[in-house]
Antibody
């Protein structure tokens, strides 16, 4: 069973970029049978899927329309991990961020509480 | 967006009794290409990430106790806990992975009566 380990800062200033990384063990980020997701959870918005990356002979991304103009999910095959970058953050982006594997989200990272505040 | 509605915010059930949780999608999440409903159920305990219990509406994830079962198709789905155990106290979320954005219900909190 794949395991996911998240890392990244817990505090980001408004207007700056949020960056998180998800390291994968027990699977490959370049697997052609799964996908790699970012989800966040807050009291006001509940669970919100943000986007995913997957490899099918080439790399593809899908992003939620609510964040599409601000988000990038990048795989890193050399380190077997993938990352989230969310630009121009506001306090509304304060949430617990999770990475997850698969279409039905079979495995989840431990979560990272990210606070957007000056 | 497909809106996922879980009709009960909370549910109190006695130990050993059956718990039935409902979830409704605003559009069908069934695909005729593979005859599957793109519906998952997740369990979340305090301070933990969600954990997948059921996918394809009725397929139990490996390692999940068989007291958990999923049913339904199209737009109406049910998660059943056949005999509630103390460790089942949690919030349960349904999630569709049929179309972008993949959306979650608001959750049903299961408690012991």
């Amino acid at each position: 069973q794949a395991q996911l380990q998240q890392s990244g800062p817990g505090l980001v200033k408004p207007s700056q970029a949020l960056s998180l990384t998800c390291a994968i063990s027990g699977d490959s980020v370049a697997s052609d049978s799964t996908a790699w997701n970012w989800i966040r959870q807050s009291p006001s918005r509940g669970l919100e899927w943000l986007g995913r990356a997957y490899y099918r002979s080439k790399w593809y991304n899908e992003y939620a329309p609510s964040v599409k103009s601000r988000i990038t999910i990048n795989p890193d095959t050399s380190k077997n991990q993938f990352s989230l970058q969310l630009n121009s953050v506001t306090p509304e982006d304060t949430a617990v961020y999770y990475c997850a594997r698969g279409y039905a989200l079979h495995s989840w990272g431990q979560g990272t509480m990210v606070t957007v505040s000056s | 967006d497909i809106v996922m509605t879980q009709s009960a915010d909370s549910l109190a059930v006695s130990l050993g009794e059956r718990a039935t949780l409902n979830c409704k999608s605003s559009q069908s999440v069934f695909s005729s290409s593979n005859n599957k409903s793109y519906l998952a159920w997740h369990q979340q305990k305090p301070g933990q990430p969600p954990k997948l219990l059921i996918y394809w509406a009725s397929t139990r994830e490996s390692g999940v106790p068989d007291r958990f079962s999923g049913s339904g198709s199209g737009t109406d789905f049910t998660l059943t806990i056949s005999s509630l155990q103390a460790e089942d106290v949690a919030i349960y979320y349904c999630q569709q992975y049929y179309s972008n954005p993949f959306t979650f219900g608001g959750g049903t909190k299961v408690e012991i009566k």
